[in-house]
């Protein structure tokens, strides 16, 4: 598991009845963003997590907001070259 300060954590609840956690990664203390780290959950509290298999990372808004228009980009000049080779017949 990586993350980066600013990604979201979000645990699981690992039994029935038990509300899902999530928070915003403050600090990284691993290596090459490994755990531990320190996050702010939703509810106010900080605490340095160890996450286990129930838990996600999340990244940053930012990040996947830059993917989705790289993605869009690359779709738009594809159908754009489709359209050039179809008009021709």
């Known amino acids: 598991m990586q993350a980066a300060k600013g990604d979201r954590l979000l ?3 690992n039994c029935v009845g038990t509300p899902d956690k999530c928070g915003e990664i403050v ?4 290596k090459a963003g490994e755990p531990p780290y320190l996050v702010r959950f939703d509810d106010g509290h900080t605490g ?3 996450p286990g298999p129930d838990a996600m990372v999340e990244a940053k808004a930012k ?3 830059g993917r989705a228009k790289s993605t869009a ?3 738009a000049k594809g159908g754009a070259a489709r359209k050039k ?3 021709g017949k």
């Open 73 to 75: 980009r690359a779709g």
């Open 48 to 50: 340095l997590v160890f």
């Open 11 to 13: 645990i699981r609840g």
């Open 27 to 30: 600090e990284v203390h691993g």
């Open 63 to 65: 990040k996947a907001a």
């Open 85 to 87: 080779s179809g008009g």
